[in-house]
């Protein structure tokens, strides 16, 4: 690691020295890596550093690097300027800083701070403990501008997506797919939606009953509905969606409800979230279908709600006509 970026760590934590630790995880696509830096002669043992390097061979016209680039540098915007609190804990950002085609977080290292867990399946209080921190984000940040994220928040919506629905074989979801959009775009109850929800960017406590999130990339504005159905479908397949998924989404409005302690009308945003759901779910399907149609997530229960808001766009196009 460069000295200026060590000296830079140092200065954010106070630490006399500090060690290198080992990788946490490659970035996506090679654009850099996560990694534990180990503290001396401060208040921390331990912080965590995003490094992100851009490739020196990626052209300017190039539409997936530039929403890479984009991504982290709206995450860098987030972690300097936007705070959460305890029922929807994220690391502290003790530093970010861009040095040319580079970028350092230095974040808290949330092991130590009491998340070491990571899980790749999750019990039936893994998965409320996700669903609770989602809940209580949408309604901390429920009507608040996206002010310098992502407009749109997620990866996978329609407008940066251009050669993935060109890909899309299914020419009936295709041709939907601008009104899809424009659907949940239109939802009169927006929030702030945390944008790749899935199962390996929540950190858990020990007794897996807390969590605190990582990776915020794509955060940005929209339905809260797209974080749900995202972190759902990263955790069940699709025996357990027809079977359980209505009872998170039962639990999820719960906690909403306790969240919002009556600052909206709640029965009204309940009504237009829940039949958002299955346009969420259709609009992440689309994506999947022109990004990698073999993709395991695409299954029964994906297509049975997209043959279900299909059929509601032609009884609202038939409406019209009339």
Known sequence: MKQEYQDL????????????????????????????????????????????????DCSDTDLSHQRKVR??????????NYSTN???????????????????????????AGFPGRRTSVREAEIKAC???????????????????????TYWHLQTRPDELEAMADRKLRAAAPEIDAVLNRCQFKTVVHGDAKLANFCFSEDGTRVAAVDFQYVGGGCGMKDVI??????????ECEKRADRYLDFYFSELRGALKERVNFSELENEWRELYSFAWTDFHRFLLGWMPGHHKINRYSRRLTQEVLQKLRQRSDGAKR
């Open 71 to 80: 991504s982290y540098q709206v995450e860098t915007h987030w972690y300097q």
């Open 9 to 56: 760590i140092l200065e954010a934590t106070s630490a006399a020295s500090l060690q290198i630790g080992g990788k946490i995880q490659t970035l996506w696509s090679g654009y850099g890596q996560i990694v534990r830096v180990h503290l001396q002669g401060g208040e921390r043992e331990s912080v965590v550093v995003k490094h992100v390097e851009f490739p020196k």
């Open 86 to 112: 305890e029922h929807c804990r994220i690391p502290e950002c003790l530093a970010a800083r861009s040095f040319g085609d580079e970028q350092l977080m230095v974040l808290e290292d949330l092991d130590a």
């Open 230 to 239: 995202y972190f759902l479908g990263s955790c069940l397949d699709e025996r």
């Open 131 to 153: 669903l609770r921190w989602l809940a209580n984000f949408h309604g901390l940040f429920l009507g608040s501008p996206a002010r310098a994220l992502w407009p749109v928040g």
